[in-house]
């Protein structure tokens, strides 16, 4: 938008351009004996040219302090609803909730979603369509607190109104108990509204419902880690790693790593060819029953070791050697799975690390929803 202040320079310009052509005009005139009457004519000219100047100024002035240009990016308040996209675009997502198209603000929010897991979902993506931290989903589902990839299509999940731990109340517990249980602020589950339409605050102390859900803005769980269990040792013959890992496969990533999903989802077709990320010992090919499905280890025999899950095929047998980007199997949707993608892990010396950082080479697109 063009700053008023230019536009006024812009007239004043003009303006003293003119005024100092009828200057030199007049001097002339007076060099050359022009009579008083034509001066002065000349003068209340001048006058009156500096008068419409400033009145045209004056509209310009007042005409700027009109609502601004619409192209402009108006700013969001509060009080505006905020059309969520993602949900506006995928209606159908909400199967089982009572949330209506029109979908309110992440903000306004005050249930409990029930919400059906959908071909493709995870945790991460669900939780960002809800506008709540992965952690909360996980947190309000039993279920995924051991395992955050154990989803199904068409499993029924609860997530959270705000995030934080979605508690479902026993009998006895006070907003005390439960504030020091999930390390949360007391007057933070005291004022929360969905807290407020289902248990008793009126009452002095505040009444809990016992079976109810009781909404724990800002609380939280342990982690619990999962460990992994791996011979250390490899046959002296065995090929060891390089330490230096590459991408197992050509694909996005659907699901990053973050603290209780210990890989990244790489997302492809059915079939598409996964490759050792580096040279191993290929310590378990088969089924998991954790969730994983079919599976491959492999132990890189210098305190690495590599896990493939969700297999559709195998191309290795376990107790073999592979070389780094040597075929082992295909993408599928085995196990727990919403869709085919390969879940891989890179845990060193018993601890996951994020692929991310490590593996070499570009990380693959984003395409997580
Ligand atoms: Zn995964």
Redesign the pocket.
Known sequence: MQVPSTELATRVNALTHRLSERLRDLRFEHANNVSLFTRLTAHLGIIALVLIGLLLSGIELRARAMPRNYDEPTKVTDNVPVIDLDRVTQPSDIILSAVPLTAPSKKERREVTRYAVKPGD?VSVIAARFGVTPDSVIWANSTLENN??ALTVGQELFVPPVSGVLHQVAKGETITSVAARFKADPAAIFNDPFNQTIHDFKSSPPILIPGQFIMVPGGSKPIVVRQVTYNKTTPGNAIKGTSNFQWPTAACVS?FYWGR?P???LANSQGTAVVAADGGFVEYVGWDGSGYGNMILINHGNGAITRY??LSAFAVSSGTSVSKGQLIGRIGSTGRSTGP?L??ELIVNGVHRNPVQILQGKTPRNCSR
């Open positions: 995870n955050p990839d699901q999903h890989g990244v989802d899950a969700h993608h879940h891989f």
